[in-house]
């Protein structure tokens, strides 16, 4: 098979570095080549690859405690992931689907919504392998292993969540173009960037806040506007994808937002 060639933005970390964009080449030809069904390949990643894993791993675990939702730090605890080492997808493949169906499925980069969302309906998440750019380990401008494995893969052990990221999927497989572009606003509003409150207290519970210390740091320092979860407001409001978010939707636990978007899905 022919090797891919990775396309980064000129402001991309890594677009200037010729190794870095050769040794993301080799992990998403991996990619390319698993066959549907079979376990994600093994990366045999590199010791700077895993210096910038544990770099942000320590940050994020930081944080943790005072900031993500109860189910997240209940989940890790039991996914022990390394702090010095890229954990294999494979391995947490095969967590998820003992926990709650759910499979890891290798991409070379990103794929279309429509795509994204109907793998989300066989309870299959596309995760990327390769790791960002060492120079900025606590910057990404694209999903990597780490957002999938500190920020997707816990949250997909819930059942809740897991039946949440189904339940969009679902209301993809028989959308229009302009539907799919709202399911894919609501799921950044709730499985990227949703909020929940603990005890009268913010937590996050999004994969996107979850997998950056700054991005969650800043969600939760009061600077944020927060309004409730409504589907049919959120599904038409503008956000940024380059800069912290200024808005979050929030919910009262993950079983509301299935909820309400199980009530939308069904209005379809």
Same mark, same amino acid.
């Given at each position: 098979?022919?090797?891919?060639?990775?396309?980064?933005? *000129?402001?991309?970390?890594?677009?200037?570095?010729?190794?870095?964009?050769?040794?993301? /080449?080799?992990?998403?030809?991996?990619?390319?080549?698993?066959?549907?069904?079979?376990?994600?390949?093994?990366v045999?990643?590199?010791?700077?690859? /895993?210096?910038?894993? @544990? $770099?942000? &791993?320590?940050? #994020?675990v930081?944080?943790?405690?005072?900031?993500?939702? @109860?189910?997240? /730090?209940?989940?890790? $605890?039991?996914?022990?992931?390394?702090?010095? $080492?890229?954990? +294999?997808?494979?391995?947490? *493949?095969?967590? #998820?689907?003992?926990? %709650?169906?759910?499979?890891? +499925?290798?991409?070379?980069?990103?794929?279309s $919504?429509?795509?994204?969302?109907?793998?989300?309906a066989?309870?299959?998440?596309?995760?990327?392998?390769?790791?960002?750019?060492?120079?900025?380990?606590?910057?990404?401008?694209?999903?990597?292993?780490?957002?999938?494995?500190?920020?997707?893969?816990?949250?997909l052990?819930?059942?809740?969540?897991?039946?949440?990221? @189904?339940?969009?999927?679902?209301? *993809?497989?028989?959308?229009?173009? !302009?539907?799919?572009? +709202? #399911?894919?606003?609501? &799921?950044?509003? %709730?499985?990227?960037?949703?909020?929940?409150?603990?005890h009268? %207290? #913010?937590?996050a519970?999004?994969?996107?806040?979850? *997998?950056?210390?700054?991005?969650?740091?800043?969600?939760?320092?009061? /600077?944020?506007?927060?309004?409730?979860?409504?589907?049919?407001? !959120?599904r038409?409001?503008? &956000?940024?994808?380059? %800069? &912290?978010?200024?808005?979050?939707?929030?919910?009262a636990?993950?079983?509301?937002?299935?909820?309400?978007?199980?009530?939308?899905?069904?209005?379809?």
């Open positions: 098979m022919e090797t891919p060639i990775v396309e980064l933005d *000129s402001d991309h970390p890594g677009f200037a570095d010729a190794a870095y964009r050769d040794r993301r /080449n080799e992990i998403a030809s991996l990619a390319l080549q698993h066959r549907a069904g079979d376990p994600p390949p093994e045999a990643y590199t010791a700077a690859e /895993n210096a910038t894993w @544990q $770099a942000v &791993y320590e940050k #994020l930081g944080l943790y405690p005072t900031h993500a939702c @109860q189910e997240l /730090n209940q989940v890790l $605890a039991e996914l022990e992931h390394p702090a010095d $080492a890229v954990p +294999q997808v494979a391995a947490v *493949s095969r967590f #998820l689907e003992r926990r %709650t169906g759910f499979r890891l +499925q290798p991409v070379a980069g990103l794929v $919504a429509r795509e994204f969302l109907g793998a989300l066989g309870r299959r998440f596309c995760a990327t392998q390769y790791i960002r750019h060492h120079s900025r380990p606590y910057y990404t401008p694209e999903p990597d292993v780490v957002h999938e494995l500190m920020g997707h893969a816990p949250m052990a819930i059942p809740e969540f897991a039946d949440l990221s @189904q339940r969009i999927g679902e209301g *993809s497989l028989r959308a229009s173009d !302009a539907q799919i572009e +709202q #399911l894919a606003t609501l &799921y950044w509003f %709730t499985i990227e960037y949703g909020v929940l409150r603990e009268g %207290t #913010l937590r519970y999004g994969a996107g806040l979850l *997998s950056s210390f700054g991005e969650l740091e800043h969600a939760l320092s009061g /600077n944020v506007e927060v309004r409730r979860f409504d589907p049919e407001v !959120a038409d409001t503008a &956000y940024p994808i380059t %800069t &912290y978010q200024p808005l979050l939707w929030e919910v636990s993950i079983t509301e937002a299935f909820a309400k978007i199980d009530a939308f899905v069904s209005s379809m």
